[in-house]
């Protein structure tokens, strides 16, 4: 069984960086495309960045394009979120994913438990 575990998380100051990390257990991630998706309070969970197996140009949210960075380590079974010049709104639960389709949450097949970002002066 597939088990994916966030790392990372915690509070920063708007203007700064966190990298989130994502290890899987139980299967390698070799082939599966990867994502990060985030839930604010009150909101929706939201696609952030997905990355194919292929390491294919990736996809990013239009509110995260040219702040954050999605990249994956096949042979650590691992994916990472670097996120900077972090805002108030980037604030949320972040859970890393196992994606089927396109970067969008009916199509996660599997799910970390999650890791709260929260980013307050």
């Known amino acids: 069984q597939l088990q994916l575990v966030e790392y990372g998380g915690g509070l920063v100051q708007p203007g700064g960086s966190l990298r989130l990390s994502c290890a899987a257990s139980?299967?390698?991630?070799?082939?599966?495309?990867l994502g990060w998706f985030r839930q604010p309070p009150g909101k929706e969970r939201e696609g952030v960045s997905c990355?194919?197996?292929?390491?294919?140009?990736?996809y990013y949210a239009d509110s995260v394009k040219g702040r954050f960075t999605i990249s994956r380590d096949n042979a650590k079974n691992t994916v990472y979120l670097q996120m900077g010049s972090l805002r108030p709104e980037d604030s949320g639960v972040y859970y890393c994913?196992?994606?089927?389709?396109?970067?969008?949450?009916?199509?996660?097949?599997?799910w970390g438990q999650g890791t709260q970002v929260t980013v307050s002066s």
């Open positions: 139980g299967h390698t991630l070799d082939g599966y495309t």
């Open positions: 994913a196992v994606v089927s389709n396109v970067c969008y949450r009916d199509y996660v097949d599997y």
């Open positions: 990355i194919s197996s292929a390491n294919s140009v990736p």
